[in-house]
Each structure stands twice: as C-alpha cells, then as structure tokens.
C-alpha cells in the first residue's frame, strides 16, 4: 500500500453514536470513503446515501493489512455496534441569504437553523429523534414560506436478516455526482418515507450471476407536503446498484421514482400496478384518455461511475428520462462529470468538473422540448417539496457546469471549494423554482471548511462565497454568501 495512503487512512473523523446511517451532508467524509474504495480494499456501494455501514467491507485478497486496522473508517464500523443511548448533539447554524446552489453538503436551509439529536441503538433496532426549528426561510417561487418545526433526521429502523426497514424523514443522494443529482438530492428538505434496504450488497452464489459482483436494492414511499396543487402525493422509489466483474472499477445504478395518488387522485393496488407497468402515459390504460385515472409521473434511468485501469481518476455520468417510449426513459437530461485524486505529502486532493444539463432530448430525434424536466400536467408543482426540487438544485432547462475540489490534511484541516457557471431556466418559460419565468445567468463560487478545534469540543461547518444572478427582465443580483454551522455533543 503507498506510503501516503496509510497516513491518510490515518485521518480521524467524527464518531458516530449509535447510528447505522451516514448522511450524505458531509463531503469530506464521502471523499475518504471514495479514497478507500479506489485505493484500499474496501468494497461496498457508495453511490446511494444514506450509506448503511453494513454495505461497507473490506478486502484482503492480497494477505494485506484490511482497512479495520486504520483509524478512518474503524469508529464508524464500530458505531454500527456501539448500542445504547448516544450523547445528545446540539447544532446551531446561521446563514446570511439562501443560496440557490446546494450540492453534497451541510448548508442550512434557513438563516437561522437549530437542532437538538439524540439517537438509541441495540444489535436489531435504532432510532434517533431530530428536532428542529427554522427561521428566516425566503419565500419560494410561489410565494410560500415554510418555518417553524419540524423532524426532519429523525427515524427508525430495524434489521431483519440482511435487509433493514426505516420509517422517518432522512436525506437521500442518489448517482456519483459531487455538485448535483439529476435524481434524488439533499437540495430539498428530507421527505417522509418508509423503507427497505438491502444492507450488505454480498454477490449472488449462483455461477451464473455471481459475475453481477456486489449488489444492493432499496425501495421507498414517502408522502409530500399538503400546501401544493396536489395535496400529499405519493413518491414512490426504486433503485438497484451493482459492481460488476466484468471490469474493473465500475458501478452501476438503476432507478425509477414515481409520483402517484394523492387527494382526489386514485392511489389503490391497481394504480401502483399501473404505475409500476409503466401505463402512465396519457390514455395508456383508460380507453377514454380519463386524466382522473391516470397512474401518475415518474422519471426513470441510470448512473455509472467507472475507475480505468486502477488509475487516478474516474469518469462519472447519469441520464433520466422524464417520459417513456417503448418501455425506455424519454425526454432525457444529463449529467457527465470526471474526477481525480492524488496524495501529497501528509495530505489528500479530490477535484472534480460536473456539467449538468436539464433540458429534455429525445432519443428517436424529436425536436427537444423545453418546460418539461420536473415538471407535469396533473401534479403542476412538479418534482419538488416544500419549494425546492428533488433531484438536481439548478431545476428545469438549466445547463450548469461546475468545478471543485476537496483537501485533506492529517492534522483535520478541511478546506473545499467550488466553481458554479451556466443558464437558469434558459427560454424564460415555464416553473422554474430558482429563476420563475426569467432567463438567468448564474455565477457562484463557495469556499468552506469543516474543523474540529483540539481544545474545545465542537465541531465547525463554515462557508463562504459570492453569488452573481443576472436577469434580462430584471436587475442584476449580486451578493455575499455565508454560512456558520456548530456541534457539540453533551
């Protein structure tokens, strides 16, 4: 093993009390995780978060020293098994304007957010009850503002065999991308959800699939908000990852997520049937074209992650599909990144550029079609919850290109930062929550970092950045961004 990477599997990182889980809210830990996956022997599934701990295992083909034996990812592996009451962990965060962009990472939703977590675990059941309250929300793009109290984090789980089952309000963070998901984000607050994973993506046994390498499953229902076109449809979810022998270094994921039911909307067996059977298309399964009968919406495709030759750098991509043709996504948006890693001294580096592409492309050659990426005739706020969208932050008919980059040192120095340029809602039509019937430029760059001081017992989230919005129908905005987030546990 090189040299720098036994100091950087040295690295010590906040323990976690009682809890299976990782959120995806902190991308210095998901780049240390990465940096095992690529250059250590652990195996596992890491482009579905949150990540259970018990899809996370190491490797020894080579009669080498297992990744147990290092200080990085040992606490976590242990706090799978750590039972009993957690410390209760208190967070306070302050944020001067909410910023538009929200990428992999720990940024208030409010200008004033506090959280007060404590968490219980034995071998079988865990829980954590998460309490929050929010001040200083902005207004969305519909004129509603939602402050006050909520729950979001909070859960229960329980392992049966090799599956576990949650019910509670947890982010999710689906695909390889580090500045957006086409998919399933943390760019909205958490939806409520009940859910059942597959924990430790073991291969199949059979000679005849067992080439399939490791694989996980995971399906959710949620329930969104009541204040929408809609009230309270249904998000149901489906994905599937898998690491295949075949080559080296890839990952592969596969996804459906369906909006469905809802009030006045029919949401019995039959209609998830339907759904699930993909006869949702306008008049697929009524012979009366019956808009009251219709299933629902739902988006549909896959992500890969490929690592070449044991090199340094791997290329990222994910695609999905708004419609369907032939039982294929239709009205596909894009997304294609490439990342690269590299120690340096007692340090690590991850950099990366993402480009992002939210307009709809048909794959049989029909004219692209604008207005339509997030969005639907029946469920008319679309594919968002409380104001901001599920998947990708740069919403419909958005084409963002991002670069950044993430350094490590062993002392617990983090620093990050990151580059956002590109056209919000570019034909200036349409319900585009980040830029309403406006087409906008959009420049941003953010600098953050997350330390834990040796002489006090907290932990720091900061940021700092510059946002530029410039509007050909109104004035140019441009601002300061900022962020303070502090923990403590007591």
Excluded: C
């Excluded at 599934?45 to 701990?53: F, G, K, S």
């Excluded at 998830?272 to 919406?297: C, I, K, M």
């Amino acid at each position: 093993m090189h040299k720098n990477l036994k100091l950087f599997l040295a690295l010590v990182s906040a323990p976690l009390w009682g809890e299976p889980f990782l959120a995806p809210n902190d991308p210095f830990i998901r780049h240390e995780i990465r940096m095992l996956g690529d250059e250590s022997n652990l195996l596992g599934i890491q482009n579905n978060w949150p990540l259970n701990l018990g899809a996370l295992s190491d490797d020894d083909p080579d009669g080498g020293k297992p990744f147990l034996g290092h200080s990085l990812l040992e606490e976590k592996i242990k706090a799978e098994n750590r039972s009993g009451w957690s410390p209760i962990t208190s967070t306070l965060g302050f944020s001067n304007d909410q910023m538009v962009a929200r990428g992999f990472g720990p940024k208030p939703h409010s200008d004033f957010a506090t959280n007060v977590s404590l968490s219980w675990m034995n071998d079988r059941f865990a829980a954590k009850l998460s309490m929050n309250a929010f001040y200083g929300m902005e207004k969305d793009w519909k004129g509603r503002m939602d402050e006050g109290l909520s729950l979001d984090g909070s859960y229960l789980a329980a392992r049966l065999g090799n599956w576990s089952a949650t019910l509670g309000q947890v982010d999710r963070w689906w695909g390889p991308g580090w500045d957006g998901s086409l998919i399933l984000s943390s760019n909205a607050r958490p939806i409520p959800t009940i859910s059942i994973e597959r924990r430790m993506p073991e291969p199949f046994e059979s000679k005849w699939l067992s080439w399939l390498g490791p694989w996980s499953f995971q399906s959710f229902v949620g329930r969104m908000e009541e204040e929408r076109h809609v009230p309270n449809p249904l998000l149901w979810g489906m994905r599937g990852d898998l690491s295949p022998t075949i080559l080296d270094g890839l990952e592969l994921g596969f996804f459906r997520v369906i909006q469905l039911g809802g009030q006045g909307r029919p949401q019995g067996l039959g209609t998830f049937v339907d759904a699930f059977l993909s006869q949702d298309n306008y008049g697929a399964n009524t012979g009366n074209n019956d808009l009251s009968r219709e299933p629902g919406n739902q988006l549909a495709g896959l992500d890969l992650r490929w690592r070449p030759f044991d090199a340094q750098f791997a290329v990222y991509g994910q695609v999905v599909g708004e419609d369907e043709d032939k039982f294929l996504p239709n009205a596909l948006m894009f997304l294609y990144g490439i990342e690269g890693w590299m120690f340096w001294q007692e340090s690590s580096l991850r950099f990366f550029a993402e480009y992002a592409d939210l307009t709809s492309y048909w794959w049989n050659g029909a004219t692209r079609t604008r207005n339509l990426t997030y969005g639907h005739h029946i469920y008319r706020d679309g594919y968002r919850y409380r104001g901001r969208p599920v998947g990708h932050w740069a919403d419909q008919d958005a084409k963002i290109l991002s670069f950044g980059s993430l350094f490590m040192k062993k002392d617990g120095i983090s620093l990050g930062g990151i580059i956002r340029t590109g056209d919000l809602n570019e034909d200036g039509a349409g319900e585009s929550s980040v830029s309403n019937s406006e087409v906008t430029n959009y420049t941003a760059f953010e600098f953050y970092n997350y330390t834990e001081p040796a002489d006090l017992d907290i932990s720091i989230h900061s940021s700092i950045g510059w946002e530029s919005i410039k509007s050909k129908v109104t004035r140019t905005n441009e601002s300061f961004t900022a962020f303070l987030s502090l923990t403590r546990l007591f």
